[in-house]
């Protein structure tokens, strides 16, 4: 079990490592696309002057980007300007946008100068430290830059074009659905946006630069499987899942928050069958139409892939998303009418509330065990399932100062997890602050890291010093309530 939860946090470090680089430059793709959709001469209002920015933009501006936001990632600003440099090389060096490369020679380059600087640490004579540092690296990053415009250019020009063609053949012989088997497993362990961003969009860009759409960019963003499976739990679920499904169905159709459906999922496992078959419905919907995107839609808004369609592809975007949501939702209606443990939900919502009564009464965890063992065991229960309150290592309430929720990217679910308790933590008279962060961002003052049971050990790693709670569900988690009475009492 240890060596799988290392393994499965070692894959999403990747993920968002990757995504890390792209994500906060969404904005700017987003730009690229809009000025795409509209200026080119196949666009909704054709302009030749604008249109002229749409090339130099995706072949210079959002490659350099990504490469100087990979190199802060390793080495802060020093790294990111050298990340630059590198990434200047491999762009010059072909004729194709150079995502690809970006996400190598950024975080390369800074790694190789974060390697520098770690040498000469301390071993400079004071007044020189400035001279030092902009030679090495001018002299490291312009050695860098040659090497890739040379060697690494090429290379990944010509990995581009393979991976091109394997996605056209998956496209031409009607394929391409399969991928589904692997992004919806995959987008449910919090790969979503390493998928969607890492791996999906640089391919689809270069599609999209030759003919002005691609399919990619409805792989993972095509938000009909969510909607199907929340939708199903509105009429078929239980308990808080049921209660919780309306919010949620707003939040990831219009929002485009995905991971608001993955807890959902991983309540009832067997849905991931219902969630595949939606994808891959959707994605056979998209190819035999002939639909695309002209750039990544982020977030997986269905407005979002409205604004990201070409002129006339609006209809075959539209299909793919609504067939994607039925299959999802018949059998995921299917599978929930005819589970066995119909009581669960309501059983972990009574020992949530019976939990919140007895440490209202001032009992103890300890009597609780000798006196009443069933409650006990759903105390238990309760705690392995929606967090820590009940740990030996939880904070006292004096010692608490800052909570982070956090999750993968830092946008989503996270913002909307801060955004509820922090209206509960102010309704109870409490100053304490309550933000939101990417795991890899959590701040060193953080008292207590509230995460999705699937990504605490991430957190762990990177807040040892800080209490963890796990939580199921950012919307309705019985978690919030007893942690605004255990602060504020």
């Known amino acids: 079990m240890e060596q799988q939860n290392g393994v499965r946090v070692a894959v999403q470090k990747f993920g968002r490592f990757l995504s890390g680089m792209v994500m906060p430059n969404i904005g700017a793709f987003i730009a690229w696309g809009l000025l795409t959709a509209l200026f080119i001469p196949t666009g909704w209002l054709p302009n030749e002057k604008l249109a002229a920015l749409v090339d130099p933009t995706l072949k210079y501006l959002l490659p350099l980007l990504i490469g100087y936001t990979g190199g802060t990632m390793v080495h802060k600003q020093r790294g990111g300007v050298i990340g630059a440099l590198m990434t200047m090389g491999v762009i010059v060096g072909s004729n194709i946008p150079m995502l690809l490369g970006a996400m190598i020679c950024g975080p390369l380059a800074a790694w190789i100068l974060k390697k520098f600087d770690g040498l000469i640490e301390g071993k400079i004579k004071s007044g020189f430290e400035m001279l030092v540092n902009n030679f090495s690296l001018g002299i490291i990053g312009g050695a860098l830059t040659i090497v890739s415009y040379i060697g690494i250019g090429p290379i990944i020009e010509k990995v581009t074009a393979i991976l091109t063609t394997g996605v056209e053949f998956l496209v031409n012989h009607n394929l391409i659905p399969l991928a589904n088997l692997i992004i919806e497993p995959a987008k449910i362990l919090f790969l979503n946006n390493a998928i969607n961003h890492g791996v999906l969009g640089p391919i689809g860009l270069n599609e999209a630069a030759q003919v002005g759409q691609s399919i990619l960019f409805l792989l993972e ?36 928050i995905h991971e608001i459906y993955f807890p959902y ?57 609504i067939v994607a949501t039925v299959v999802t939702f018949v059998i995921a209606f299917f599978m929930l009418k005819t589970t066995k443990n ?74 909307m997890g801060a955004s509820i308790l922090r209206k509960k933590m102010k309704a109870a008279g409490s100053d304490i602050t309550v933000i939101n962060t990417a795991i890899s961002d959590i701040p060193d003052d953080a008292d207590i890291v509230i995460t999705h049971k699937t990504l605490t050990d991430r957190a762990k790693q990177k807040a040892p010093q800080a209490e963890h709670i796990s939580i199921d569900n950012f919307l309705k988690s019985p978690e919030y309530e007893l942690l605004v009475e255990r602060l504020t009492k």
């Open 342 to 415: 119909k009581g669960e939900e309501e059983d972990l919502e009574a020992a949530a509330q019976k939990m919140k009564d007895m440490k209202a009464a001032g009992k103890t965890a300890a009597t609780d065990s000798v006196s009443n063992p069933n409650q006990a065991a759903n105390e238990r229960a309760l705690n392995e399932v929606v967090g820590s309150d009940e740990a030996d290592d939880k904070k006292a309430a004096e010692d608490v100062h800052k909570i982070v929720f956090s999750c993968d990217a830092g946008m989503g679910s996270s913002a």
């Open 265 to 321: 999922v991983l309540m009832n496992p067997k849905l991931i069958i219902a969630v595949i078959a939606g994808g891959i419905s959707g994605t056979f919907t998209f190819s035999i139409l002939g639909a695309g995107l002209v750039a990544t839609p982020s977030p997986g808004s269905i407005i979002a892939l409205a604004a990201m369609a070409p002129k006339g592809g609006l209809l075959p975007v539209l299909a793919g998303f």
């Open 221 to 256: 963003s095509n938000p009909g499987p969510g909607l199907g499976i929340l939708l199903a739990y509105m009429i078929a679920g239980r308990g808080s899942a049921r209660s919780t499904a309306p919010g949620a169905v707003l939040i990831h159709a219009v929002g485009g």
